[in-house]
């Protein structure tokens, strides 16, 4: 297939077929190659070593895993997953320590490490904006959601780690915890953090009620209990009604935040957020966050604003920015922050649910319109990093939109396998 009729098959995707036929010329370009170290963790994106993302983050691997386990690569999402409980079962004692009060919170190096070496599963002797919840959530959330499914077994290690992490969230009280989140920038109470753990808890809980194994966690060196689960669950909710639909209401202008697309996450794949507040935040995203070429992070964004290459160097573009984001935020023009490729496969994910649901037109239009937004954010012949590669973001270069140095990014690629397996499952209702 040359590049016409990949744009001609692009514009159709009348049929289960035709589908079937693009997402396999991608597949043959390597678009949704996902390369994994031996032990089966994801680096963020292959790059230059310069950006950094060839470490882990936790965050990462679990978007990533649970794409491939959505679209039933079941193997890979459950060798990762079981990577990511060694790695935690290793560094226990960040827990064990915060928990007993031994470890201060407010000291991001004590808390447990989001990033880290994958071939080693050792912790990066360098500073970074540890304090995410979101990415410990995540993990509680899809490691369950394995148990449950049977593609993992717990141990009783495991099960121990796994009340670990509920009684660190309760001694750092996640919902009031300023945390770093999805995006490592400075420190505030958001609903996304909040919601994320909010949704590992009840997965762990409902896995805990389908198994046996309540009893494994009433012992004294864990005592997690039904009671303390649903408190913290209670607790989290109740703060979210205070927030959502926005990020952040603190009063600080500095972190209130009203549109993130971090959002978007607890509605898929999460599923916590549904009905009048996902519409809330999905128009909000449409109306205020979207581009031409992809969809901001938030406003305000100077995470590879305009011309970023010219005004930091390469060790710099990564760097934790977390203590010191005015030092960032100065190069900032509005309106010319990055577009993130990472939102328009998950919103597309969101409509075509709600279609297989609704049976409405508008929900079909929206479930396309971001589908062939996301389809579009491919790389072309050129792009420097080759074609149909799957940017994490696109900047304005010299006045042009253009992929930044993250292409391809892996969670990029495993939101765009989601959006097309998605568009199957609509054309099959159709027919």
């Known amino acids: 297939m040359d590049d016409n009729s990949f744009l001609a098959l692009k514009e159709s995707l009348q049929t289960i077929e035709e589908t079937d036929q693009l997402f396999s010329f991608l597949e043959s370009q390597q678009t949704f190659s996902f390369p994994a170290l031996e032990n089966g963790l994801f680096p963020a994106a292959i790059a230059h070593e310069s950006t950094g993302y060839q470490s882990i983050w936790v965050r990462d691997n679990i978007h990533v895993a649970h794409a491939l386990n959505a679209v039933g690569k079941t193997e890979p999402a459950s060798k990762a997953v079981a990577t990511l409980t060694e790695y935690f079962l290793k560094h226990r004692d960040r827990f064990d320590k915060i928990i007993s009060g031994e470890a201060n919170p407010k000291e991001v190096m004590q808390r447990p490490h989001i990033r880290f070496d994958g071939n080693t ?7 970074w904006a540890h304090a995410q919840n979101d990415a410990l959530g995540y993990f509680v959330w899809l490691y369950c959601r394995m148990l449950e499914q049977g593609h993992l077994t717990a141990s009783a290690q495991s099960l121990e780690l796994l009340a670990a992490f509920v009684r660190y969230f309760e001694a750092i009280r996640f919902w009031e915890d300023a945390d ?3 995006w490592e920038e400075a420190r505030k109470i958001e609903a996304s953090s909040i919601g994320t753990v909010v949704s590992g808890l009840i997965a762990l809980k409902e896995y805990l009620n389908c198994s046996d194994n309540w009893d494994d966690l009433q012992h004294q060196q864990t ?16 703060t979210l009604e205070e927030i959502l639909p926005a990020e952040c209401i603190q009063a600080d202008p500095l972190l209130a935040r009203k549109y993130d697309g971090a959002l978007l996450f607890l509605i898929f794949p999460l599923g916590l957020v549904k009905g009048e507040l996902a519409d809330t935040i999905l128009e909000d995203v449409r109306t205020h966050l979207m581009g031409d070429y992809g969809i901001r992070r938030y406003l305000g ?12 160097s390469e060790d710099d573009r990564t760097s934790d920015f977390s203590d010191d984001q005015a030092s960032r935020d100065q190069y900032l023009k509005p ?16 409509y075509g649910q709600r279609f297989l649901e609704s049976r409405q037109d508008a929900d ?46 892996l969670w990029t690629q495993g939101n765009l396998m989601m959006a097309l397996h998605q568009w199957k499952q609509t054309l099959k209702a159709q027919q």
Not at 342 to 349: A, G, K, Q, Y
């Open 121 to 127: 599963l050792g912790e990066i002797d360098e500073k």
């Open 180 to 182: 770093s989140g999805h």
């Open 223 to 238: 005592l997690v209990t039904p009671e303390m689960l649903d408190s913290l669950i209670a607790q989290g909710q109740t």
């Open 301 to 312: 964004d100077s995470y590879w604003c305009a011309d970023y290459k010219e005004v930091f």
């Open 335 to 350: 309106g010319q922050e990055a577009q993130w490729c990472i939102f328009d496969s998950i919103m597309s994910v969101i």
């Open 364 to 409: 079909l239009e929206k479930q396309r319109f971001h589908l062939d937004r996301a389809l579009n954010q491919l790389t072309t012949s050129e792009c420097p990093f080759g074609p149909y590669r799957c940017p994490e973001s696109y900047f304005l270069e010299k006045g042009k939109y253009v992929p930044n140095d993250i292409t391809p990014l």
